[in-house]
């Protein structure tokens, strides 16, 4: 195994800086012993009690968003349009809301799986580029919310492979699908790496 983050990299009050400092890093999964694994190259900061858009605005805390609450380090998977299961990773300190959409990824390890679980008879960047697609070709589901990304035997964790992404590289543009969030959707909360094919549509 590479070098899983560990909890202080999550546990920073900055969500903006961490969501950046993801791009470059390697999402794992690793369910009954088949490990799929790509870089993250696209992510959205969601940081609450001010963010229109996060789900724990005014922080509001219910089921599902409970888990937002928790020290940084877990994951906060939640169903979209009752079929896309959205991978975030939780940050900032117990009580503090913070949260990193992980929206796409470049293919890396185990492809072939990823295909399978997709059903694609060859590789394009619709395998993982956008955050329902990328779960899925992953294998994460919504009933791994919750779960750390730093506990030894996590199923799911993300890695440090020394692959930096220099600021130049790195993109920033308002998120997607969150018009609804009044002057909170112009925010420039996207990162994307620069020229990656593996990113979803530009808005």
């Given amino acids: 195994m590479n070098n899983k983050l560990k909890r202080d990299f999550y546990q920073r009050e900055d969500v903006l ?72 990773v939780v940050t900032a300190q117990e009580g503090i809301a913070h949260a990193i959409l992980i929206r796409a990824m470049e293919p890396v390890d185990n492809i072939e799986l990823m295909q399978q679980r997709r059903q694609f008879d060859r590789l394009k960047p619709q395998l993982t580029a956008g955050p329902g697609v990328m779960s899925k070709a992953l294998g994460i589901l919504t009933q791994y919310t919750g779960t750390s990304l730093v506990a030894p035997d996590s199923p799911i964790w993300i890695e440090d492979r020394d692959h930096i992404i220099p600021p130049e590289a790195i993109v920033a543009s308002p998120r997607v699908g969150v018009d609804y969030a009044e002057e909170c959707a112009s925010w420039p909360w996207r990162f994307r790496v620069k020229n990656s094919k593996w990113t979803s549509k530009a808005k």
């Fill in 17 to 88: 800086q961490i969501s950046k400092d993801l791009l470059g890093k390697y999402l794992v999964t690793n369910f009954e012993g088949q490990l799929t694994a790509g870089m993250i190259v696209e992510t959205e900061a969601y940081r609450a009690p001010d963010d229109k858009a996060s789900h724990a605005y005014l922080n509001r805390f219910t089921d599902r968003t409970k888990v937002m609450f928790e020290a940084g380090g877990v994951a906060y998977i939640y169903l979209c349009y009752g079929i896309h299961h959205m991978f975030n």
